[in-house]
T-cell receptor, first 109, second 112 residues
Framework: EDQVTQSPEALRLQEGESSSLNCSYTVSGLRGLFWYRQDPGKGPEFLFTLYSAGEEKEKERLKATLTKKESFLHITAPKPEDSATYLCAAGPSGYALNFGKGTSLLVTP | DADVTQTPRNRITKTGKRIMLECSQTKGHDRMYWYRQDPGLGLRLIYYSFDVKDINKGEISDGYSVSRQAQAKFSLSLESAIPNQTALYFC???????????FGPGTRLTVL
């Protein structure tokens, strides 16, 4: 059964304290590992797509990496405005995505 | 202007009532999706449509139905709403061959 698991469920960081969020997946015929950011009461906002092991993508303080079994979202020197829920999703070709339950990140000043 | 819009944004209804949630998109995408989001359960797929003539059940389709009126419009109906359908509902779109999905702002539905 296809599955996407995110950890930790919640993470509290001090401003400037770097950390990583984990997304492990078991998806047959993976065609993309996706990261989204979701602010409270809003729709998920697309961040990155990773297609193959070893691939990395960066956007401001965020960097996403992919291995054959998991993906990491690294947050370098976070700011309070990075506080949000980060969702990971994966899917086989031609089908809808499986979403993880998300990691709720709080960055305090 | 938003590329994916949902109406209504908030709705309170009573048990047993029929309700329709609507989604429109201007992105020109063929694929559209309906999800519900509950605290602690994440996003779960209700229905998805890869084109106007193709509609598929998702993980939790019981109690829901959909209609794809046009490429740009995808509606979700609750024929007889029940309290455990209280949730945040999202519509999303994507292009064929690319699973990158773009989400609407959501509809918060409360069933009393």
């Amino acid at each position: 059964e296809d599955q996407v698991t995110q950890s930790p469920e919640a993470l509290r960081l001090q401003e400037g304290e770097s950390s990583s969020l984990n997304c492990s997946y078991t998806v047959s015929g993976l065609r993309g590992l996706f990261w989204y950011r979701q602010d409270p009461g809003k729709g998920p906002e697309f961040l990155f797509t990773l297609y193959s092991a070893g691939e990395e993508k960066e956007k401001e303080r965020l960097k996403a990496t992919l291995t054959k079994k998991e993906s990491f979202l690294h947050i370098t020197a976070p700011k309070p405005e990075d506080s949000a829920t980060y969702l990971c999703a994966a899917g086989p070709s031609g089908y809808a995505l499986n979403f993880g339950k998300g990691t709720s990140l709080l960055v305090t000043p | 202007d938003a590329d994916v819009t949902q109406t209504p944004r908030n709705r309170i209804t009573k048990t047993g009532k029929r309700i329709m949630l609507e989604c429109s998109q201007t992105k020109g995408h063929d694929r559209m999706y309906w999800y519900r989001q509950d605290p602690g359960l994440g996003l779960r797929l209700i229905y998805y449509s890869f084109d106007v003539k193709d509609i598929n059940k998702g993980e939790i389709s019981d109690g829901y139905s959909v209609s794809r009126q046009a490429q740009a419009k995808f509606s979700l109906s609750l024929e007889s709403a029940i309290p455990n359908q209280t949730a945040l509902y999202f519509c999303a779109t994507s292009k064929p061959g690319n699973n990158e999905q773009f989400f609407g702002p959501g509809t918060r539905l409360t069933v009393l």
